[in-house]
């Protein structure tokens, strides 16, 4: 059983909407990374959470602990948002989701 | 802004040929790691620096592969004797508190 699942795994979306990936782990955490790989394989850290919501220009992000869930969430999406987005807990070390693919499309 | 480098973006070698990835990391950053990325799968924890030593490592760094800091700024990934599966994208990250900075990333290609 993989110890951190995303949903959905590919996500497609016109421009302007809103944009919700989920994560769902299983073991107990110390914080959670959201992560933006793009096309080319560059990773970018978007968020670090501890406890709830964190937010930068048009993402927010939210973490449940006790549900030991997270989501990120991007309004009024745009075509430059098109990337993998990555889900990563930390237990002794960063166990990562599988990511989820966005592509949003003008 | 500051930001993590890596050298090489692209490395293609020969089965059997040792391999050093270099990172340079940000300057005031305590805690270093490699991961890696094969092709179409999800990115794996490899091994965390701290202090100069090796503060963890996973099931996949084994002997073939050693991290060392040799001048307090580089942060090198050496794997001996490279093998089919190695090839993969490295990534190097440097990290204070908790936060973490991600290099672009080395892909490596066995031949």
């Known amino acids: 059983k993989n110890e951190v699942e995303q949903s959905p795994q590919n996500l497609t979306a016109q421009e302007g909407e809103f944009i919700t990936i989920n994560c769902s782990y299983s073991?107990?955490?110390?914080?959670l990374h959201w992560l933006q790989q793009h096309p080319g394989g560059g990773i970018v850290s978007l968020f670090m959470l501890s406890s709830g919501k964190k937010k930068h220009g048009r993402l927010i992000a939210t973490i449940n602990i006790q549900e030991k869930h997270s989501s990120l969430h991007i309004t009024a999406s745009h075509p430059r948002d098109s990337a993998v987005y990555i889900c990563?807990?930390?237990?002794?070390?960063?166990?990562f989701g599988t990511g989820t693919r966005l592509q949003v499309f003008p | 802004e500051p930001e993590v480098t890596q050298t090489p973006s692209h490395q293609v070698t020969q089965m059997g040929q040792e391999v050093i990835l270099r990172c340079v990391p940000i300057s005031n950053h305590l805690y270093f790691y490699w991961y890696r990325q094969i092709l179409g799968q999800k990115v794996e924890f490899l091994v965390s620096f701290y202090n100069n030593e090796i503060s963890e490592k996973s099931e996949i760094f084994d002997d073939q592969f050693s991290v060392e800091r040799p001048d307090g700024s580089n942060f090198t990934l050496k794997i001996r004797s490279t093998k089919l599966e190695d090839s993969a994208m490295y990534f190097c990250a440097s990290g204070v508190s908790g936060e973490l900075f991600f290099g672009e990333g080395s892909r490596l290609t066995v031949l």
């Open positions: 073991v107990g955490i110390s914080a």
């Open positions: 990563a807990v930390k237990v002794d070390k960063l166990i």
